[in-house]
């Protein structure tokens, strides 16, 4: 099987924010200008988006969550977008995202992956959500804006 057979279409949301107001971007390495949360697919061992949440943590930031990642009982179901396409098998036509938030006390030094991401940021609440390029990834930010 080719490495798209291999892709699930499911995959995790991770907002990573402070109690004193920034919320943690990541500035993709293979598109320009594209900043998102901590995203990421779910590998087909691993049984709960739970288990991907803290793993996609791990790798893209090198935080732990420790038992510290809220599942905030979201899912979204929305179409691939053309370019993110090649990653999936030809029939798989839509995602399945699971959302989890990880509140930490004030912004930290993290280590990002560079063969992902080619920067990062704490940003402003809405100005992250300014900045992100997925509708749900701004969704989720502003809700935790006003839900913490």
Do not use: C
Request: hydrophobic share 40%.
């Amino acid at each position: 099987m080719g490495e798209r057979a291999h892709r699930r279409p499911e995959s995790v949301l991770v907002v990573v924010y402070t109690r004193t107001g920034s919320v943690l971007l990541l500035k993709r390495a293979d598109v320009p200008d594209f900043w998102q949360s901590v995203t990421g697919g779910m590998k087909w061992d691993e049984a709960e988006p739970m288990e991907a949440a803290e793993r996609e943590l791990r790798e893209e930031t090198g935080l732990t969550a420790a038992g510290r990642l809220r599942d905030l009982g979201l899912v979204f179901r929305y179409p691939l977008l053309p370019q993110w396409r090649h990653r999936y098998a030809p029939e798989v036509k839509e995602n399945t995202e699971y959302v989890f938030s990880l509140a930490l006390p004030a912004e930290t030094d993290i280590t990002i992956n560079p063969a992902e991401h080619a920067g990062y940021g704490w940003f402003p609440f809405d100005a992250a959500a300014g900045k992100v390029a997925s509708w749900t990834n701004r969704e989720v930010i502003l809700m935790l804006k006003t839900q913490g």
